[in-house]
T-cell receptor
Framework: EAGVAQSPRYKIIEKRQSVAFWCNPISGHATLYWYQQILGQGPKLLIQFQNNGVVDDSQLPKDRFSAERLKGVDSTLKIQPAKLEDSAVYLC?????????????FGNGTRLTVT | GESVGLHLPTLSVQEGDNSIINCAYSNSASDYFIWYKQESGKGPQFIIDIRSNMDKRQGQRVTVLLNKTVKHLSLQIAATQPGDSAVYFCAERTNAGKSTFGDGTTLTVKP
């Protein structure tokens, strides 16, 4: 099966600019996640969708980050305005269901550099 | 609060030796414990998981051990190969699907 697709692979922006990332999950996967991975650390959950509804966005900095999954398939994550500390890899993952026994499948991420 | 940590940030082994990567966790309510492998420039890749009611599970060349008494998880890789060089993360996951990742151990395999 095709894996999780993410674009772009790399993005460099100046602080206070905006940026958007796109994710296409594995076909048939109901649950979609966005993670932030700062260099040298493990991924940190930003938001979890079940179909097109938000299940968990408790760690999403809502003053600058937003995400949507309008048709329950593709998703976009936006940052506006970006800060230096947003430099990280943004990983999208999907799973067949949101239950614990359904493993996560990750994309290769978007590496964001904010200067 | 929840936290998942690894004992050592780096591990270097000789090709052909066995590797043991350790992880300590703090959330007794987690239902699954998972090991991921992350190669440079790629996303984490699922290796193996274990349910909280088990203490050992084996896969191909890998074994995960769970000690709930001391809240300790380990990943054993048999006959380590150069292709095993990567960052390894442990994660804990609830039945509701909430995952928490540790900070990773970088495994280097010397030829």
């Amino acid at each position: 099966e095709a894996g999780v697709a993410q674009s772009p692979r790399y993005k460099i922006i100046e602080k206070r600019q905006s940026v958007a990332f796109w994710c296409n999950p594995i076909s048939g996967h109901a649950t979609l996640y966005w993670y932030q991975q700062i260099l040298g650390q493990g991924p940190k959950l930003l938001i979890q969708f079940q179909n097109n509804g938000v299940v968990d966005d408790s760690q999403l900095p809502k003053d600058r980050f937003s995400a949507e999954r309008l048709k329950g398939v593709d998703s976009t994550l936006k940052i506006q305005p970006a800060k230096l500390e947003d430099s990280a890899v943004y990983l999208c993952a999907s799973s067949r269901s949101g239950q614990g026994n359904s493993p996560l499948h990750f994309g290769n991420g978007t590496r964001l550099t904010v200067t | 609060g929840e936290s998942v940590g690894l004992h050592l940030p780096t591990l270097s082994v000789q090709e052909g030796d066995n590797s043991i990567i350790n992880c300590a966790y703090s959330n007794s309510a987690s239902d699954y414990f998972i090991w991921y492998k992350q190669e440079s420039g790629k996303g984490p890749q699922f290796i193996i998981d274990i349910r909280s009611n088990m203490d050992k599970r084996q896969g191909q060349r890998v074994t995960v051990l769970l000690n709930k008494t001391v809240k300790h998880l380990s990943l054993q890789i048999a006959a380590t190969q150069p292709g095993d060089s990567a960052v390894y993360f442990c994660a804990e996951r609830t039945n509701a699907g909430k995952s928490t990742f540790g900070d990773g151990t970088t495994l280097t395999v010397k030829p």
